[in-house]
């Protein structure tokens, strides 16, 4: 079971670097704890406060819900793809950083 967990840890790494460099963010920062979830927080375009409230039992899974249709829609992805983020982040993440999708950092 640890070496399907590596993949899908892998996978989720890889994937959010190479979302990190579409968005303007430097790719390593996807490897540091906390500081990720920082980063990703500035590119779904959210204020600095929701970063406290994502250590909040249950409000999380709200603003996690939240932060991955923030951060479909900067993408230019419909808000079913946000789902998929927030569920199966190590299949959409690589979709996300390696498809075609282009960062608009100005997007509602």
Same mark, same amino acid.
């Given at each position: 079971?640890?070496?399907? @967990? +590596?993949?899908? /840890?892998? &996978?989720?790494?890889?994937?959010?670097?190479?979302?990190?460099?579409?968005? =303007?963010?430097?790719?390593?920062?996807?490897?540091?704890? #906390?500081?990720? /979830?920082?980063?990703?927080?500035?590119?779904?375009?959210?204020?600095? %406060?929701?970063?406290?409230?994502?250590?909040?039992? +249950?409000? @999380?899974?709200?603003?996690? &819900? !939240? !932060?991955?249709?923030?951060? &479909?829609?900067?993408?230019?992805? *419909? =808000?079913? #793809?946000?789902?998929?983020?927030?569920?199966? *982040?190590? +299949?959409? %993440? *690589?979709? /996300? =950083? #390696?498809?075609?999708?282009?960062?608009?950092?100005? &997007?509602?």
């Amino acid at each position: 079971m640890t070496i399907i @967990n +590596l993949i899908i /840890l892998i &996978a989720v790494i890889v994937g959010m670097w190479k979302v990190f460099d579409k968005a =303007g963010e430097y790719g390593w920062a996807s490897l540091i704890p #906390f500081y990720n /979830l920082w980063v990703l927080n500035r590119i779904g375009g959210k204020e600095w %406060y929701w970063f406290i409230g994502y250590f909040i039992p +249950l409000v @999380n899974l709200i603003l996690f &819900a !939240l !932060l991955s249709l923030a951060i &479909a829609r900067r993408f230019g992805q *419909p =808000g079913i #793809f946000a789902v998929g983020l927030y569920f199966l *982040p190590f +299949l959409f %993440y *690589p979709i /996300l =950083g #390696f498809g075609g999708s282009r960062f608009q950092p100005y &997007a509602a």
